[in-house]
């Protein structure tokens, strides 16, 4: 483990990743066997959807009968939460792991504090994400954001999953409430896997990535040339109004994801 006030690296075998906490707490590189996996960029990487995944409608969530407004910084609505705009400090680094922390302020209305950690072996990545509060509940969604890279060496990745079910998007981007069979892409849809997230990247010849969550949601995005998204998250789009799940005093709000690799 080496770090700076920039970054933190992790190594573990020939695989290397490096986390920015002033920047997000985003992946800003990880890199196997001397490939780098994702798109590069201040913007890019892998980074936190936290307090919220996807985009809210019109910046708007009700908790009880109360109405937050958040700003519009994907107009006309909120995106993505406000972790990776924030600057997190760092609880722990060394031996493989790291742990960074953020507390909830402006312009989200309610106090909390945020976790995310990191686990690196030689073909593996362990995240989780926290959110708690010792104070009002809330309503909250956590995730990630990952930019892999669509072309390896040469290679195009390749998407294998089995959702149950895909989100019915309407013309503002939202899930419409539909649940429908799963479509061709490209995408920027949200899927249903009910037994946990799994989905398979794979860049043939190169490299095959598997990325793993008990959680239930996930979105898919390849409509760009240079990467494909693949967002494990705790509920779907606007899912502070449609399916809110609350983090109070006593139940946190936690998930997990694992990517796992093997060279082909």
Same mark, same amino acid.
């Given at each position: 483990?080496?770090?700076?006030?920039e970054?933190?690296?992790?190594?573990?075998?020939?695989?290397?990743?490096?986390?920015?906490?002033?920047?997000?707490? #985003?992946?800003?590189?990880? #890199?196997?066997?001397?490939?780098?996996?994702l #798109?590069?960029?201040a913007?890019y990487?892998?980074?936190?959807?936290?307090p919220?995944?996807?985009?809210?409608?019109?910046?708007?969530?009700r908790?009880?009968?109360?109405?937050?407004?958040?700003?519009?910084?994907?107009?006309?609505?909120?995106?993505?939460?406000t972790?990776r705009?924030?600057?997190?400090?760092?609880?722990r680094?060394? *031996?493989?792991e790291?742990?960074?922390?953020?507390?909830?302020?402006?312009?989200?209305?309610?106090?909390? #504090?945020?976790?995310?950690?990191?686990?690196?072996?030689?073909?593996?990545?362990?995240l989780?994400? *926290?959110?708690?509060?010792?104070?009002?509940?809330?309503?909250?969604?956590? *995730?990630?954001?990952?930019?892999?890279?669509?072309?390896l060496? *040469?290679?195009?990745?390749?998407?294998?999953?089995?959702?149950?079910?895909?989100?019915? @998007?309407?013309?503002d981007?939202?899930?419409?409430?539909? @649940?429908?069979?799963?479509r061709?892409?490209p995408?920027?849809?949200?899927?249903?896997?009910?037994?946990?997230?799994?989905?398979?990247l794979?860049?043939?010849?190169?490299?095959?990535?598997?990325v793993t969550?008990?959680?239930?949601?996930?979105?898919?995005?390849?409509?760009q040339?240079?990467?494909?998204?693949?967002?494990?998250q705790?509920?779907?789009?606007?899912?502070?109004?449609?399916l809110p799940?609350?983090?109070?005093?006593?139940?946190?709000?936690?998930?997990?994801?694992?990517?796992?690799? @093997? @060279?082909?």
């Amino acid at each position: 483990m080496s770090s700076s006030e920039e970054s933190i690296r992790l190594a573990a075998g020939d695989a290397e990743l490096t986390i920015t906490p002033a920047n997000g707490c #985003r992946i800003g590189s990880l #890199r196997i066997g001397g490939t780098e996996l994702l #798109r590069q960029g201040a913007r890019y990487g892998c980074f936190p959807m936290v307090p919220w995944c996807g985009r809210i409608e019109h910046g708007q969530f009700r908790n009880g009968g109360v109405v937050h407004q958040m700003p519009l910084n994907s107009p006309p609505h909120a995106i993505h939460g406000t972790g990776r705009d924030t600057a997190w400090r760092t609880a722990r680094a060394g *031996g493989g792991e790291a742990a960074f922390t953020y507390d909830l302020v402006d312009p989200w209305p309610y106090s909390g #504090r945020v976790t995310q950690t990191f686990e690196l072996t030689e073909d593996s990545l362990s995240l989780a994400l *926290g959110v708690e509060t010792y104070d009002t509940s809330f309503p909250a969604q956590a *995730g990630w954001h990952p930019w892999f890279l669509r072309t390896l060496n *040469g290679s195009e990745a390749r998407i294998d999953f089995a959702p149950a079910w895909q989100e019915e @998007r309407g013309a503002d981007h939202l899930p419409t409430g539909r @649940r429908v069979p799963p479509r061709p892409g490209p995408w920027d849809d949200c899927f249903g896997m009910p037994d946990g997230v799994a989905v398979t990247l794979t860049w043939p010849g190169e490299l095959e990535l598997k990325v793993t969550s008990r959680a239930e949601w996930v979105v898919v995005y390849d409509e760009q040339a240079e990467a494909v998204c693949v967002e494990p998250q705790s509920g779907p789009p606007n899912g502070l109004n449609s399916l809110p799940r609350l983090v109070t005093p006593v139940e946190p709000l936690e998930i997990t994801a694992n990517w796992t690799w @093997r @060279r082909l």
